[in-house]
């Protein structure tokens, strides 16, 4: 069975930084491409971030480049998004998923999905 559980969300006001993290297990670490959404209520997930398996590539959104780090550690199964400077705007559930796909930023792209954790940026 694949699990895929976030955590490190919280409120934080603008300006601020918070690191997410996402514990993977079984074949959900193994998938080649690792990625990060945000959702806020009533519109789609938005691609955030995306970190590959293989040699630690990255990629992201335009809009979040210079803000937002993604990074992964194999050893503890585990891949970080780091988020500084942030705004009230970056307020939304974010979630990590793994899929094959490199690179996709389409949620259809990923097979497996965590449930989610609330970051709140207040101005």
């Known amino acids: 069975q694949v699990h895929l559980v976030e955590s490190g969300g919280g409120l934080v006001q603008a300006g601020g930084s918070l690191r997410l993290s996402c514990a993977a297990s079984?074949?959900?670490?193994?998938?080649?491409?690792m990625g990060w959404f945000r959702q806020v209520p009533g519109k789609g997930r938005e691609f955030v971030a995306a970190v590959r398996r293989s040699d630690g590539s990255t990629y992201y959104a335009d809009s979040l480049k210079g803000r937002f780090t993604v990074s992964r550690d194999n050893a503890k199964n585990t891949v970080y998004l780091q988020m500084n400077a942030l705004k009230p705007e970056d307020t939304a559930v974010y979630y990590c998923a793994a899929g094959d796909v490199w690179v996709a930023v389409t949620t259809s792209a990923y097979n497996y999905w965590g449930q989610g954790t609330q970051v709140t940026v207040s101005s």
């Open positions: 079984g074949r959900a670490f193994s998938k080649n491409a």
